[in-house]
C-alpha cells in the first residue's frame, strides 16, 4: 500500500527567509506523480507544483522547488522568501500511473509565516 | 472560468437525517472525485466517478453515503442518517480526463464542512 508521511505537523518562518518542508512516501510503483497542495484558511486547495517521477530534474515554480530524491523516496517543498499569503496548510500528495483518481495525501504541515 | 463549485459551503444537519452536497466540474471536466477531510488530517479518496457511471467507489463507507454524476447536472454526495461522526469537510474535484495521468492534475473546490449535531 502506498503512504505519505509529512513528520512536521507545524513550522513557522520570519518573511523573507527560505523553509523546507519535508515528505516522504513509500510505494512499490515505478510511475508515479507526486504534488504539494496548499490550503490557506479559505480552505480551497491549490496546486503548488508537481513532479513526474520518471523525471530526474526537480520540478520549479517562481519561489517554490523541490527536492525529489528517488532512491530515499523523499519529496521536499522549499519556499523562498517567504511571504505573509503563504501562510497555510501544505499537503503532500501521491499518485501512481495506473490509478483511478485515488490521490493519497499525507496529514499536512502548518506552516506560519511571520513578520 | 469558472472553477468547481460547491454548495452548500456549509452545512448543518441533526442526526439521523440526510445530507446531500452538490459538485459541478469546471466547464469541459468529465471526471470528478470526492474526498473527505477530518480535523487535523489530510483528505481521504472517497469515490471517482465519470458521467453516469461510478469507476472507484473504494474509499466510500458501505452504508449511507452514496453518490452519483448524472448526465445533466451536477456530481452528488449523498449520506442518509447521518451520525456525529460524519462531521467532516467533503471536497469535489475534477478533472478533464483520469487524474493517473500527469496531464490532469485534479482542481478542487473549497469543500462543503458539514457539522452534525
Known amino acids: 500500500a502506498q503512504t505519505v508521511t509529512q513528520s512536521q505537523p507545524e513550522m513557522s518562518v520570519q518573511e523573507a527567509e527560505t523553509v523546507t518542508l519535508s515528505c516522504t512516501y513509500d510505494?512499490?510503483?515505478?510511475?508515479?506523480?507526486l504534488f504539494w497542495y496548499k490550503q490557506p484558511p479559505s480552505r480551497q486547495m491549490i496546486l503548488v507544483i508537481r513532479?513526474?517521477?520518471?523525471?530526474?530534474q526537480n520540478a520549479t515554480e517562481n519561489r517554490f522547488s523541490v527536492n525529489f530524491q528517488k532512491a530515499a523516496k523523499s519529496f521536499s517543498l522549499k519556499i523562498s522568501d517567504s511571504q505573509l499569503g503563504d501562510t497555510a496548510m501544505y499537503f503532500c500528495?501521491?499518485?501512481?500511473?495506473?490509478?483511478?483518481?485515488?490521490?493519497?495525501f499525507g496529514k499536512g504541515t502548518k506552516l506560519s509565516v511571520k513578520p | 472560468n469558472a472553477g468547481v463549485m460547491q454548495n452548500p459551503r456549509h452545512l448543518v444537519r441533526r442526526r439521523g437525517q440526510e445530507a446531500r452536497l452538490r459538485c459541478s466540474p469546471m466547464?469541459?471536466?468529465?471526471?470528478v472525485y470526492w474526498y473527505r477531510q477530518l480535523p487535523e488530517e489530510g483528505l481521504k479518496f472517497m469515490v471517482y466517478?465519470?458521467?453516469?457511471?461510478?469507476?472507484?467507489e473504494s474509499g466510500m463507507p458501505k452504508e449511507r453515503f452514496s453518490a452519483e454524476f448524472p448526465k445533466e447536472g451536477p456530481s452528488i454526495l449523498r449520506i442518509q442518517q447521518v451520525v456525529r461522526g460524519d462531521s467532516a469537510a467533503y471536497f469535489c474535484?475534477?478533472?478533464?480526463?483520469?487524474?493517473?495521468?500527469?496531464?490532469?492534475?485534479?482542481?478542487f473546490g473549497n469543500g462543503t464542512r458539514l457539522t452534525v449535531t
Open positions: 500528495a501521491f499518485i501512481y500511473g495506473g490509478s483511478q483518481g485515488n490521490l493519497i
Open positions: 466547464k469541459g471536466h468529465s471526471h
Open positions: 474535484a475534477s478533472s478533464p480526463v483520469g487524474s493517473g495521468s500527469s496531464h490532469s492534475p485534479l482542481h
Open positions: 510505494t512499490s510503483e515505478s510511475n508515479y506523480y
Open positions: 513532479q513526474e517521477a520518471y523525471k530526474q
Open positions: 466517478l465519470q458521467k453516469e457511471n461510478i469507476i472507484d
